[in-house]
T-cell receptor, first 112, second 114 residues
Framework: DAGVIQSPRHEVTEMGQEVTLRCKLISGHNSLFWYRQTMMRGLELLIY????????DSGMPEDRFSAKMPNASFSTLKIQPSEPRDSAVYFC??????????FGPGTRLTVT | TQLLEQSPQFLSIQEGENLTVYCNSSSVFSSLQWYRQEPGEGPVLLVTVVTGGEVKKLKRLTFQFGDARKDSSLHITAAQPGDTGLYLCAGGSWSGGSNYKLTFGKGTLLTVNP
């Protein structure tokens, strides 16, 4: 079975550009979590969805960040405009609605 | 805001040694999970503990959840180079009745030298 799929795996962009990160959930799962990982702050929850509905977006840093779940299996995290401090590894995790979360391989974002 | 403190932050040991890493909080959690993360990959779940005082063993790894459900420890016996990685603890909490989210510690980076 395919696990959580994230794309791209690496993204390098210039400050001010729009960045879109993508995530495909495991089939049959109904919860989706976006996390950001940095050395300084560790792994932080940005937003999570349950049955395509955003439940808690209190971790989204500011209005430059937005996340959508247009269907039950796919989500995007958009940063517009991007800034150097957004550089981090972004993970999405998929859950069948239990205590279990399955993480994707992450997208390493570098904003210069 | 719920916070989880992990210690030590870094640990470098020789193959065959034993070690313990700790995860502490002032908040009570419904459950406590431990993950291991290798470079370039996402965290992978090792164990979930849900009952205060619970002890779980996974081969050479022993996990304990504190009686008050605020802290946890991970003990590795006879560490091997394959145990090298970032160990993350995560406290679980329910919100809104059916929504479950995790709060992660910053991790312990373990290096086991041959």
């Amino acid at each position: 079975d395919a696990g959580v799929i994230q794309s791209p795996r690496h993204e390098v962009t210039e400050m001010g550009q729009e960045v879109t990160l993508r995530c495909k959930l495991i089939s049959g799962h109904n919860s989706l979590f976006w996390y950001r990982q940095t050395m300084m702050r560790g792994l932080e929850l940005l937003i999570y969805f349950n049955n395509n509905v955003p439940i808690d977006d209190s971790g989204m840093p500011e209005d430059r960040f937005s996340a959508k779940m247009p269907n039950a299996s796919f989500s995007t995290l958009k940063i517009q405009p991007s800034e150097p401090r957004d550089s981090a590894v972004y993970f999405c995790a998929s859950s069948p609605g239990t205590l279990l979360q399955y993480f994707g391989p992450g997208t390493r974002l570098t904003v210069t | 805001t719920q916070l989880l403190e992990q210690s030590p932050q870094f640990l470098s040991i020789q193959e065959g040694e034993n070690l313990t890493v700790y995860c502490n909080s002032s908040s009570v959690f419904s459950s406590l999970q431990w993950y291991r993360q290798e470079p370039g990959e996402g965290p992978v779940l090792l164990v979930t503990v849900v009952t205060g005082g619970e002890v779980k063993k996974l081969k050479r790894l022993t996990f304990q959840f504190g009686d008050a459900r605020k802290d946890s420890s991970l003990h590795i016996t006879a560490a091997q180079p394959g145990d090298t990685g970032l160990y993350l603890c995560a406290g679980g909490s329910w919100s809104g009745g059916s929504n479950y989210k995790l709060t992660f510690g910053k991790g312990t980076l373990l290096t086991v030298n041959p």
